[in-house]
């Protein structure tokens, strides 16, 4: 079993950046798939960007490329998600998610196996 805990999140102006955390235990996560989604009120989860077991390969929505930058550090457990250029419309909550069979990473919410409880970003205009 693999838990996730999501840190980072917090309120910015528009045009700031924020460092999101996502930490592992109960299993190692060098093997697995991993990807950053968020909710904003009222509407459905969506893709942000994912990345591969090795951090060479990454993925990213369209509305988030060339601003948010997805990496991982195996030997801490641990994957992040760099946002610049911050705007209102990404205020959301932000998940992470481990994928055990797509260790290239995934656009997919079903393709994710395990899920943190999400870090709150508000970005204010």
């Known amino acids: 079993q693999v838990q996730l805990v999501e840190s980072g999140g917090g309120l910015v102006q528009t045009g700031g950046s924020l460092r999101l955390s996502c930490a592992a235990s109960?299993?190692?996560?060098?093997?697995?798939?991993m990807g950053w989604f968020r909710q904003a009120p009222g509407e459905e989860r969506k893709f942000v960007a994912a990345?591969?077991?090795?951090?060479?390969?990454?993925e990213y929505a369209d509305s988030v490329k060339g601003r948010f930058t997805i990496s991982r550090d195996n030997a801490k457990n641990t994957v992040y998600l760099q946002m610049n250029s911050l705007k209102p419309e990404d205020t959301a909550v932000y998940y992470c998610?481990?994928?055990?069979?797509?260790?290239?990473?995934?656009?997919?919410?079903?393709?994710?196996?395990?899920w943190g409880q999400g870090t709150q970003v508000t970005v204010s205009s």
């Open positions: 998610a481990a994928s055990p069979r797509y260790y290239a990473g995934s656009s997919s919410i079903p393709h994710y196996a395990y």
């Open positions: 109960g299993r190692t996560l060098s093997s697995y798939g």
């Open positions: 990345i591969s077991w090795n951090g060479y390969s990454t």
